[in-house]
C-alpha cells in the first residue's frame, strides 16, 4: 500500500520515492528510517507511554460521579474489543496514530446503534475524502492488493492531529511536513556509521595513476580487500609511482556532536516535547528541584493538549459522548502525585 500513497492521494501519508520525498540532505523519509532516529523514536513514543498509562473515566454530568454502570465505562475504562486488547494498547495506538501520522482512524464494532468494540486502524492504509455530491466525509480502507472498503463516520471515528491548513480533513504528518530536518538527522548517523565502518580513518586520494583505467583498477582493488566491517586494519599496499594523499577528517572536525544534538532539538521542537524527558546526558541536572512544579508544567504545556485532543473528539461523536448525559476524560490525578516524603510533609502541615 505504500508504494500506491500517491496514486491514493492522502495527504497524511509520508511522499513515496518520486512523490517529492527527496531531501535537501539527499535521503528519502520513511517512517521505518525517520523511527529509527533515537530522538525521533523517544519523542513519539514518551507521550504515547504517559496518555496510554492514564485511566478513561466516565462520569455523571450531575452529580459528576463515576459512571460505572454505564456502557461507556466497560469500553473505554476496561475492554475496548473482545480480543482483549485492553485499554493501554488501545490508547498507546490511539496516541501513536497521532503522533507518527497526525491521523487516528478508530473502527467500530456497533450492535443496535451502540458500540460493543473499537479498534485503531493502521493510519496508512486509511484514505479520506468528500464525497463530490454529498459533501460526506468518507474513508476508503485498504484491505488487499486492489482491495478496499469504503466507510462513512458511521463506522470510522477519526482524530484529526495537527495540520498547518485550516479547515483540512485530515492532518498533516509531522515527518512529512519537516522532512528536510528529519533527513539531517539521518544523513548525520549514516555519517557516523560510515565513519566507524572505515575504522575511523580519514579518507584519502590515490594520486600517480596513469589514467582512469588504472585509477579504477586501484580503487576497485582497494574497496574489495579494506572497505567494510572486519576489513577495516588488513595491511595494504600500493606500486609504481602511486602514492597516498589523506585528507584529514574527524568527528570533531565535522562538528559531530554539535550537529547531533542540534537534530535531538529539533525533534523536541517538532514534536513539542521538553527535552528533560528524553534522558540525555548532562540536561537531566537541568530539572528543577521542585518536583511538583516540573510535573505540573509537563502536564499543562505538553500533555494536556493532547489529552484534550482525544477527550473533545469522542464527546463530539454521537456514538460516544454527544448527547449522553455522561462526560469522559482521563485521570491525570496519578501524574501529580507527589514522593512519600513531600506527601508526609503535606500531611503533618495540614494537621
Not at 586501484?218 to 577495516?232: F, Y
Request: overall charge negative.
Amino acid at each position: 500500500f505504500d508504494t500506491r500513497a500517491q496514486e491514493w492521494g492522502s495527504s497524511h501519508l509520508i511522499p513515496q520515492p518520486g512523490t517529492a520525498a527527496m531531501t535537501s540532505s539527499g535521503y528519502v523519509v520513511t517512517e521505518e528510517y525517520a523511527f529509527g532516529i533515537p530522538a525521533v523514536s523517544n519523542v513519539i513514543r514518551s507521550p504515547c507511554d504517559i496518555i496510554a498509562s492514564l485511566p478513561f473515566m466516565t462520569y455523571e454530568e450531575d452529580p459528576r460521579e463515576k459512571a460505572k454502570d454505564h456502557w461507556l465505562w466497560h469500553l473505554l475504562h476496561e475492554q475496548p474489543d473482545e480480543e482483549g486488547t485492553g485499554t493501554y494498547t488501545f490508547f498507546w495506538d490511539l496516541e501513536l496514530s497521532l503522533e507518527g501520522y497526525s491521523n487516528a482512524f478508530i473502527q467500530k464494532a456497533k450492535t443496535r446503534n451502540r458500540v460493543e468494540g473499537v479498534r485503531v486502524l493502521n493510519p496508512k492504509r486509511v484514505r479520506v475524502y468528500r464525497d463530490k455530491d454529498t459533501g460526506e466525509k468518507k474513508f476508503d480502507v485498504y484491505m488487499g492488493p486492489g482491495q478496499h472498503r469504503t466507510f462513512t463516520a458511521e463506522t470510522i471515528f477519526h482524530v484529526r492531529g495537527s495540520t498547518m491548513e485550516p479547515g483540512a480533513d485530515v492532518g498533516t504528518s509531522l515527518l512529512q511536513q519537516h522532512r528536510d530536518a528529519i533527513g539531517a538527522s539521518l544523513a548525520l548517523h549514516s555519517f557516523e556509521g560510515d565513519y566507524f565502518k572505515n575504522a575511523a580513518l580519514s579518507p584519502f586520494f590515490f594520486t600517480g595513476a596513469k589514467n582512469q583505467t588504472e585509477a579504477t583498477e586501484i580503487l576497485t582493488h582497494h574497496n574489495a580487500n579494506h572497505q567494510g566491517p572486519g576489513k577495516q586494519f588488513k595491511a595494504g599496499a600500493v606500486w609504481g609511482s602511486i602514492d597516498v594523499k589523506s585528507i584529514p577528517m574527524s568527528l570533531e572536525d565535522a562538528q559531530y556532536a554539535d550537529a547531533m544534538r542540534l537534530s535531538v532539538e529539533d525533534a523536541c521542537r517538532i514534536w513539542r516535547w521538553p527535552k528533560e524527558l528524553l534522558e540525555l546526558s548532562g540536561v537531566t541536572g537541568s530539572l528543577p528541584r521542585d518536583e511538583n512544579a516540573w510535573t505540573a508544567k509537563v502536564m499543562k504545556f505538553y500533555v494536556m493538549p493532547r489529552l484534550k485532543r482525544i477527550e473533545r473528539a469522542f464527546a463530539s461523536d454521537k456514538d460516544f459522548y454527544l448527547n449522553a448525559g455522561v462526560i469522559g476524560e482521563f485521570l491525570t490525578a496519578a501524574l501529580g502525585r507527589a514522593d512519600f516524603e513531600t506527601r508526609m510533609r503535606g500531611y503533618k502541615d495540614a494537621r
